[in-house]
């Protein structure tokens, strides 16, 4: 179904009390819609959010019973509760009392349509628009905020979120993600209580290594996969965010998202306006995954760059041989690589510093020029030998970065971040700093880092972005004294408007957005970037739970997930290459290791895997994700799949996450299958001595999902090669 936007004209004809001069404004999706009362003179009101509306229950919505709340509640009158919006006006009043002003709906050059609720302040020449919109065939809305002060002096900001939900209290459940450095996208569900409960990031310059600017809420109690009425926002920001949900004596559990306004105060200037980012609002009846389908998609179409595009399988050097780079080096990885059937090469730290040569973490950044000790033949040889071999090349830069042992800090101490009167706080390595992007002069700096690579060397193909350092000083040596509260928003301004700059000129560079692993997993930053690290942990079963968790947001696409060596560099542990292979296969598939150091069989089965993938590539990164069965229900195996949205082919994940003997696991039932259609069972990426009992067989996609497959506990395979781990790909070929 095509979505629509309406604005039907009075209440009186659908119903409403006479009283009311109201005006419905109606932003539904296909699946879903978002109901308010924009009456002229009056405050905006949210009627509803959720399910799509009939015609029939639109006309009765009024008569359901349930109280109309502010769809954006400003501060300041009845100031009990808590506000969206709190400014202090250029005379000193706090508080803030708008009234709507006009409706108007336009469809955006991008196809999608944006309906905009006008407001002003009653007394106050201060204008507050609140905004939302939808794209044809998505179930997602994305609302935010933009206020201009028309006043004679300055407005404070003092709080600006992107969005306000109010949630029917109730047994809501709120899924979350924390986590860690190495222990990214961990998955915590825990019920509404009352009380506040406050999800934050103040790193300054990366924003999802701990908590994440997503949420899901689920309304029927305890989450479920594939069922349940569940909300999902996303807050599209790559700063400081603050997430809060405050269930009061009301009936109701009320969201917020956006900035975090704290030590953020906005001074706006006569005359100039603020846009907050968006929040990303979508709602499904099909539990967690339902929502992951629809941020996925809308994502995948509409906010990542490229989304429609097959990344490629690629190998980083970082693991393999760290800040050990030299040319006969990199030749050799190259090599190998291809010769697995890879596609890019992506050359990591240590490749670059002329005067100080970096060797390790603590000089170089800022000086992108090659180190030719290491490097004698420069980049373009890398780039031809990559050629050579079939394949394309990739470089690392930490382009917002620089270390006190640089030249560009020795010709620059101006450009980085650090409070007046001290010295600056230093990060990685004991010297990294951070270049304060709020500085047009540093924006130009950053954007010639990448222009200048990739205008020099037009065959790289890759680059790996990362950001190693938060924000550690409150201090600009470039903002002024008195709006020196704005450094960690126009940090990110900055930030956007640099990349704008990349993207224009450089649309076909993929770009990794990687931050000390997965600290820049949020759509606030997509835009520019093909794809996020997700952890610089790559033990494959930490990768299950970490996976697990950020796939509630992101799709596979967009989510690094490698081969790594064994035992494992972080957790130390070993695990076959056959269940290491499986896991990074059910996201973007690249290798992390030094191919020299593994064995012809590794090798053989990194080939068949890669070689796998390639077949089911456009599965795993355009398909719908059926998340089976949890790594955190603790049952012993976890499970996923990977559908077409034409649901004639599928690709079906069981990873077993401990083993026992005689232990006594589910059998995973499938999901999103057509019940009606036949599909041909076929093993990717085996090593067993015989085939599985069901393969090349048959099933009809109803009994895949009511009663799945009996998958064997362990694999067939000679004596000495027997392991603890033990996992399946599946891929189910409709038969026609
Ligand atoms: C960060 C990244 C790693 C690697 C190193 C290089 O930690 O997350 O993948 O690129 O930097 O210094």
């Given at each position: 179904m095509k979505?629509?936007?309406?604005?039907?004209?009075?209440?009186?004809?659908l119903g409403f009390p006479a009283t009311i001069n109201a005006e419905i404004v109606n932003v539904s999706t296909p699946n879903t819609s978002l109901i308010l009362n924009a009456e002229k003179g009056g405050s905006l009101k949210i009627l509803h959010y959720g399910d799509r509306l009939s015609a029939t229950d639109l006309n009765s919505l009024s008569e359901a019973g349930a109280s109309w709340r502010d769809a954006y509640p400003v501060y300041g009158i009845l100031p009990q509760g808590e506000a969206a919006m709190s400014v202090t006006h250029a005379d000193g009043n706090m508080t803030t009392d708008v009234e709507v002003t006009g409706v108007e709906t336009k469809n955006d050059t991008d196809g999608s349509t944006v309906t905009t609720i006008s407001m002003?302040?009653?007394v106050y020449p201060f204008d507050l628009n609140v905004n939302y919109r939808t794209y044809p065939g998505e179930d997602v809305i994305e609302t935010w905020v933009d206020v201009k002060n028309n006043e004679k002096g300055t407005v404070k900001l003092n709080r600006f979120m992107s969005g306000?939900?109010?949630?029917?209290?109730?047994?809501v459940w709120l899924s979350q993600l924390y986590g860690s450095w190495a222990n990214e996208g961990r998955v915590s569900e825990t019920p509404l209580t009352h009380g506040v409960r406050m999800i934050k990031n103040k790193d300054g310059a990366r924003n999802s290594h701990t908590s994440h600017g997503e949420i899901m809420l689920s309304l029927d109690g305890k989450p479920q996969e594939n069922t349940g009425r569940t909300i999902g926002a996303a807050l599209c920001y790559s700063g400081?965010?603050?997430l809060f949900i405050d269930t009061d004596d009301s009936n109701y559990h009320h969201f917020f998202a956006g900035i975090n306004e704290e030590n953020s105060a906005y001074n706006l200037k006569k005359g100039e306006s603020f846009v907050t980012p968006p929040l990303a609002l979508t709602y499904s009846d099909e539990g967690l995954?339902?929502?992951?389908?629809?941020?996925?998609r809308w994502g995948r179409n509409h906010r990542l760059h490229d989304g429609n595009k097959e990344r490629k399988i690629l190998l980083n050097s970082w693991e393999g041989v760290y800040f050990d780079i030299d040319e006969p080096t990199m030749a050799g990885m190259m090599e190998d690589i291809a010769s697995m059937g890879g596609e890019l090469f992506v050359m990591d730290d240590g490749w670059f510093g002329d005067k100080y040569p970096r060797d390790n973490d603590s000089t170089s950044l800022g000086d992108w020029v090659v180190d030719t000790d290491k490097l004698p033949n420069g980049i373009q040889s890398l780039i031809d030998t990559a050629e050579k071999n079939g394949i394309k090349f990739g470089i690392w830069i930490e382009p917002e970065m620089t270390n006190t042992v640089s030249e560009l800090y020795e010709k620059h101490p101006e450009y980085i971040i650090k409070a007046p009167k001290r010295p600056a706080t230093q990060g990685r390595g004991g010297t990294q700093l951070v270049l304060d992007l709020a500085n047009p002069k540093v924006q130009d700096i950053v954007f010639q880092v990448v222009d200048t690579l990739t205008t020099k060397y037009?065959?790289?193909d890759y680059i790996k972005w990362d950001a190693n350092a938060p924000i550690m000083d409150h201090g600009s040596q470039y903002l002024t004294a008195d709006n020196q509260s704005h450094l960690y928003i126009d940090y990110h301004k900055g930030l956007e408007k640099t990349l704008d700059r990349i993207r224009a000129a450089h649309p076909n560079v993929t770009i990794q957005a990687c931050a000390s692993g997965g600290g820049r997993a949020n759509w606030g930053i997509l835009p520019w970037f093909d794809e996020f690290w997700t952890s610089d942990n790559n033990d494959a079963l930490q990768r299950i739970y970490m996976q697990w968790g950020t796939s509630y947001f992101f799709p596979a696409i967009a989510m690094g997930s490698h081969i790594s060596a064994s035992p494992n560099h972080q957790t130390f542990r070993r695990i076959p290459v056959k269940f290491r292979a499986d896991v990074a296969m059910s996201g973007r598939l690249g290798l992390e290791l030094q191919p020299k150091n593994m064995t012809d069989e590794e090798k053989g089965i990194v080939k068949q895997a890669i070689s796998d993938y390639k077949a089911i590539r456009p599965i795993v990164q355009f398909g719908d994700i059926y998340r089976l069965v949890s790594p955190y229900d603790g049952k012993g195996v976890a499970s996923l799949m990977y559908v077409t949205p034409e649901k004639d082919d599928a690709v079906f994940y069981w990873w077993k996450t401990e083993t026992f003997m005689n232990q006594q696991l589910p059998r995973v039932v499938m999901a999103g299958l057509n019940p009606d259609k036949t599909y041909k069972v076929t093993e990717l990426n085996r090593i067993d001595n015989?085939?599985?009992?069901f393969e090349g067989k048959t099933f009809t996609g109803k009994y895949l999902m009511s009663n799945g497959l009996e998958i064997p506990l362990t694999h067939k395979v000679d004596y000495h090669k027997n392991s603890d781990y033990s996992s399946r790909v599946l891929r189910l070929t409709e038969v026609k």
């Open positions: 979505q629509s936007l309406l604005i039907l004209g009075s209440m009186l004809t002003r302040d009653k306000y939900l109010p949630v029917r209290y109730g047994n400081n965010y603050k995954s339902g929502v992951s389908r629809n941020f996925h037009p065959g790289i015989e085939p599985l009992s």
